[in-house]
């Protein structure tokens, strides 16, 4: 498994999405890490880390992330995930109540509902046939017009990198993983501090899924955010997300 690990202090544990690695919180890992312990993972086959021969799902993520946290002897911290992994952090702090100081669960989902399986669906056969089919897919889902507009010349270089060295295999296991994932009538038991992040114009995670999560997890806060959709790191709105952070870590 790959990770990366900065600064010192309270330990921010950042757990990325689908198709994306540790690199995807490079803004906030920079500012954060002057104040917080930041220990960053690549998933399964995400990144660099190797996709292994076990059978896939958010399970094996959590028992990954846990083998992590045994191995640096951190028994307690806070966890943020940005889609796929905010459902791996919902199933960790479920299964290890004791070792989580609080939740911060950006564009994510409890269970793959029927509107969410037929996106997955989507994505598993646009993977199946191409990264560059996912990406052409996905890119409108995550990003609003304007921003695709005005970064046209690096997305294109992104997706041509991401062609020649992304784990397509990995990447299908992973949507199967999430299409398998249920742990919405459990979200009742979460009682640590939980912070909801959500993009109104979201298509993936939908706004209604994010209001239902915060409404099941007794100490927990929704915040809007209104010109993003599915990916919040984007532009300016990545120092309003730091300041989002900062303000829920004090």
């Given at each position: 498994?790959?990770?990366?690990?900065?600064?010192?202090?309270?330990?921010?544990?950042?757990?990325h999405?689908l198709?994306?690695s540790l690199l995807?919180?490079?803004?906030l890992a920079?500012?954060?890490k002057?104040?917080?312990?930041?220990?960053?993972?690549?998933?399964?086959?995400h990144?660099?880390?190797?996709?292994?021969?076990?059978e896939?799902?958010?399970?094996?993520?959590?028992?990954?992330?846990?083998?992590?946290?045994?191995?640096?002897?951190?028994?307690?911290?806070?966890l943020?995930?940005?889609?796929?992994?905010?459902?791996?952090?919902?199933?960790?702090?479920?299964?290890?109540?004791?070792?989580v100081?609080?939740l911060?669960?950006?564009?994510?989902f409890?269970?793959?509902?029927?509107?969410?399986?037929?996106?997955?669906?989507?994505?598993?056969?646009?993977?199946?046939?191409?990264?560059e089919?996912?990406?052409?897919?996905?890119?409108?889902?995550?990003?609003?017009?304007?921003?695709?507009d005005?970064?046209r010349?690096?997305?294109?270089?992104?997706?041509?990198?991401?062609?020649?060295?992304?784990?397509?295999?990995?990447y299908?296991?992973?949507?199967?993983?999430?299409?398998?994932?249920?742990?919405?009538?459990s979200?009742?038991?979460?009682?640590?501090?939980t912070?909801?992040m959500?993009?109104?114009?979201?298509e993936?995670?939908?706004l209604?899924?994010?209001?239902?999560?915060?409404?099941k997890?007794?100490?927990?806060?929704l915040i809007?955010f209104?010109?993003?959709?599915?990916?919040l790191?984007?532009?300016?709105?990545?120092?309003?997300?730091?300041?989002?952070?900062?303000?829920?870590?004090s």
């Amino acid at each position: 498994m790959n990770f990366k690990i900065e600064g010192n202090g309270r330990p921010l544990v950042f757990i990325h999405g689908l198709s994306d690695s540790l690199l995807y919180w490079e803004f906030l890992a920079s500012h954060l890490k002057r104040d917080y312990q930041i220990i960053r993972m690549d998933l399964r086959g995400h990144g660099e880390s190797y996709l292994g021969n076990d059978e896939v799902n958010i399970d094996l993520y959590v028992s990954d992330l846990k083998n992590l946290l045994d191995d640096l002897n951190l028994d307690n911290v806070d966890l943020i995930g940005f889609s796929l992994g905010g459902a791996v952090a919902l199933d960790f702090s479920l299964k290890y109540p004791e070792n989580v100081s609080s939740l911060v669960l950006m564009s994510s989902f409890s269970k793959s509902d029927e509107y969410l399986t037929n996106i997955f669906t989507q994505f598993k056969d646009a993977l199946k046939n191409s990264l560059e089919d996912f990406y052409d897919l996905i890119l409108p889902m995550v990003l609003c017009p304007e921003v695709i507009d005005d970064n046209r010349e690096a997305l294109d270089q992104i997706r041509e990198f991401a062609s020649k060295t992304a784990n397509t295999d990995a990447y299908i296991k992973a949507v199967d993983a999430c299409m398998e994932f249920d742990v919405d009538d459990s979200l009742s038991k979460i009682e640590v501090p939980t912070l909801v992040m959500s993009g109104k114009y979201d298509e993936i995670s939908l706004l209604s899924s994010q209001k239902t999560i915060q409404k099941k997890i007794k100490n927990s806060e929704l915040i809007v955010f209104d010109n993003v959709k599915h990916n919040l790191l984007v532009g300016k709105n990545n120092e309003r997300v730091l300041e989002v952070l900062e303000k829920f870590y004090s």
